[in-house]
C-alpha cells in the first residue's frame, strides 16, 4: 500500500513526534517534551481538561500560570486574535504584537526568552492556562524538536518545566521519568538540554519593562535592544534589594530543591574556611550529615582539604565522577552507600569553571545527589557580576539552598 511506503520513509524521530502530537490533540495526559532550557511537560493550551492533566501531574499550585509555547510567530497571532464569531466583531482592529516586542522576538526568538501578552477577549486559552490572569507568558523554543512537536500538533502548547512541583527542573529525559512515571504515557527523548536554566520571563506591558525571571537570556544581551535600555530588574532575590513581591507567581514557591539540605557558599568564600565548616557539620551529630555532596564550580579547583591525616577526614572516602556521566543520568558513583558503615562518603563534583558548563550540569547534580542518598550538599557559589547567565543560576541556588554564606 502507498500509505505502508510513506510510513516506512518515516524516521523514528518523525514516528514518535506523530505519536505524541496524537496523544497531545486527543489525550487529556501531558505528553513531556524537550526545549533548549529544559524538559517541558506539554498539553494543548486551549483545552481545559489538558492543561489541568498538567496541574495534575506535577502537583503544582493552580495560582501558577504556565508558559505558552509556540512554533511560528503566526500561531501567536492567532492566539491574538481569537476567531470573531459575532457580526460586530468582524469590525474589531487586529491585534498585533505589542511594538515594544517586535524588535525583541526579532533578535532573541527562538530562543530561552519568555515574554508577557495581554490575553483578548474571547481568547482559544483555557482559563487554567493564566490562572485567570489577563495576561498570558510565551515563548518559541529554538530546540527543533520542540518547534517539529508543537508544528505537528498544530496547538500552542502549554508547559511548565516536567519536574514534580518543587524539584530541580528536568534537563534529561531520564529526569522527567524519575519524577513522573506512572503520571504521563511519553517522554520525547532529545538528549540533555543545552543551556539547562528556564527561560527568562520579561514584561514589556510595563513602563519600564521588567525581567520578572531571570534566565537563559541575559539583562546586558536585553538591554541591547531599542525600548530595553532600562530594563528592571523585578524579582526578588538574596543580593538584590527589591520591595516588590515577586511578580512572576512561579517566583513565591519552594523551588528547584532537592531532598539534601542545600548549604550555599558565597563566591569568593575561602576554602579553609569551608573545609572547617564541612567538618564540623560532619562531627555534629544534631546535623547527622552522615553522606555528603560537593558541588565544586570555578575556584574550589583542588577540593575541600579532607586530608587523610585528620581525624574526621579519616571516616569521609571521597567519590568522584565526570560530569558527562552525571548528566545522562543514572549516576555510575562507586561507594557502598551503606547507611550503617562508619564510612562517609563525599560525593565529589566539579561542574567546570564556565558559566555555560555549570548552568547546564547545575540542575543534574542536584538531582544526582539526591538520587545516591547524600543529607547535605555544600554548593561553592558563582558571582552575580560574572554575566547573566550566572545571575540565573545563583538565583536557582538561593531558592535550592533558602540563604547563602560567606566564610
Ligand atoms: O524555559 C522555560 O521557560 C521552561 C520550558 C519548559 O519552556 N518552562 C518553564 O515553565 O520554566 P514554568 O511553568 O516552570 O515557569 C513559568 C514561569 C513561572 O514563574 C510563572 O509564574 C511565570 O513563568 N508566568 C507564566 N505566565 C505568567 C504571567 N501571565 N504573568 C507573570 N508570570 C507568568
Ligand atoms: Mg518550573
Redesign the pocket.
Known amino acids: 500500500e502507498w500509505w505502508a511506503d510513506e510510513r516506512k520513509s518515516q524516521t523514528p524521530e518523525s514516528k514518535a513526534i506523530e505519536e505524541a502530537a496524537n496523544l497531545l490533540r486527543t489525550n487529556d495526559i501531558p505528553v513531556a517534551f524537550p526545549?533548549e532550557?529544559?524538559?517541558?511537560l506539554g498539553a494543548d493550551a486551549t483545552r481545559s481538561a489538558a492543561v489541568q492533566g498538567i496541574y495534575r501531574a506535577k502537583q503544582r499550585p493552580s495560582d501558577?500560570?504556565?508558559?505558552i509555547?509556540v512554533d511560528s510567530l503566526d500561531m501567536l497571532d492567532r492566539l491574538l486574535n481569537p476567531a470573531q464569531t459575532s457580526p460586530s466583531a468582524t469590525k474589531t482592529p487586529r491585534i498585533s504584537l505589542p511594538q515594544i516586542y517586535v524588535p525583541l522576538v526579532e533578535r532573541f526568538w527562538p530562543g530561552?526568552l519568555?515574554i508577557?501578552l495581554p490575553n483578548p477577549s474571547g481568547s482559544e486559552l483555557a482559563p487554567e492556562v493564566?490562572s485567570h490572569?489577563t495576561?498570558?507568558?510565551a515563548?518559541m523554543?529554538s530546540s527543533p524538536l520542540a518547534r517539529l512537536l508543537i508544528h505537528a500538533t498544530d496547538r500552542p502548547l502549554a508547559?511548565?518545566?516536567a519536574n514534580a512541583s518543587t524539584k530541580p527542573?528536568p534537563t534529561t529525559a531520564q529526569h522527567v521519568y524519575h519524577d513522573l512515571q506512572g503520571r504521563i504515557d511519553l517522554i520525547l527523548d532529545g538528549g540533555s538540554s543545552g543551556v539547562g536554566v528556564?527561560?527568562t520571563?520579561v514584561d514589556g506591558l510595563c513602563d519600564p519593562p521588567a525581567i520578572?525571571?531571570p534566565?537563559g537570556l541575559g539583562i546586558t544581551e536585553l538591554r541591547t535592544v531599542p525600548g530595553w535600555e532600562h530594563v528592571t530588574v523585578a524579582y526578588k532575590d538574596g543580593t538584590l534589594d527589591i520591595k516588590e513581591i515577586p511578580?512572576?507567581?512561579?517566583?513565591k514557591y519552594r523551588h528547584y530543591s532537592p531532598k539534601a539540605r542545600v548549604v550555599l557558599f558565597e563566591a569568593g568564600s575561602s576554602l579553609q574556611g569551608v573545609t572547617r565548616h564541612v567538618k564540623k557539620d560532619l562531627q555534629d551529630s544534631a546535623i547527622g550529615a552522615h553522606n555528603i555532596g560537593i558541588v565544586r564550580t570555578r575556584n574550589w579547583k583542588q577540593g575541600l582539604g579532607l586530608a587523610p591525616d585528620d581525624e574526621v577526614a579519616n571516616t569521609v572516602k571521597p567519590v568522584t565522577a565526570p560530569i558527562d556521566d552525571l548528566v545522562s543520568f543514572p549516576v555510575p558513583v562507586q561507594g557502598t552507600g551503606n547507611q550503617n558503615s562508619r564510612t562517609k562518603l563525599a560525593y565529589d563534583y566539579h561542574l567546570g569553571s564556565d558559566t555555560n558548563s555549570i548552568a547546564h550540569g547545575l540542575f543534574a547534580v542536584l538531582r544526582a545527589l539526591d538520587e545516591v542518598g547524600v543529607d547535605v550538599i555544600y554548593v561553592e557559589g558563582i558571582s552575580d557580576r560574572d554575566g547573566d547567565l550566572a545571575a540565573a543560576v545563583m538565583n536557582r541556588l538561593r531558592k535550592a539552598a533558602g540563604s547563602e554564606m560567606k566564610v
Request: charged share 10%; glycine share 12%.
Open positions: 526545549t532550557t529544559v524538559y517541558g501558577n500560570p504556565l508558559i509555547h530561552p519568555t508577557i493564566t490572569l495576561t498570558f507568558g515563548r523554543p508547559a511548565p518545566s527542573s528556564e527561560s520571563v520578572l525571571r534566565g511578580r512572576a507567581p512561579g517566583m
